[in-house]
């Protein structure tokens, strides 16, 4: 059975491209960095421009609730 996922970030297969593609880089950026070159601010961009967390960025998620007293 097939489900169709709507949604106007999961239609685009090239996203999902360049998402895969920006995860499979910070990898191998990250393997880099163990052995001692300056990878920081490289993923950090990556991070940041695909929402993916790294180990120089993180997610802070906030529930808006409104109160009535």
Same mark, same amino acid.
């Given at each position: 059975?097939?489900?169709?996922?709507?949604?106007?970030?999961?239609?685009s297969?090239? +996203?999902?491209?360049?998402?895969?593609?920006?995860?499979?880089?910070?990898? /191998?950026?990250?393997?880099?960095? /163990?052995?001692?070159?300056?990878?920081?601010?490289?993923?950090?961009?990556?991070?940041?421009?695909?929402?993916?967390?790294?180990?120089?960025?993180? +997610?802070?998620?906030?529930?808006?609730e409104?109160? +009535?007293?």
């Amino acid at each position: 059975m097939r489900k169709r996922i709507r949604g106007t970030l999961l239609k685009s297969k090239e +996203f999902i491209r360049k998402y895969l593609w920006a995860r499979e880089s910070i990898a /191998r950026l990250s393997d880099y960095g /163990r052995v001692g070159a300056n990878i920081a601010e490289e993923v950090k961009n990556l991070g940041l421009q695909y929402h993916l967390m790294t180990q120089y960025t993180s +997610f802070v998620a906030v529930e808006l609730e409104l109160v +009535f007293v």
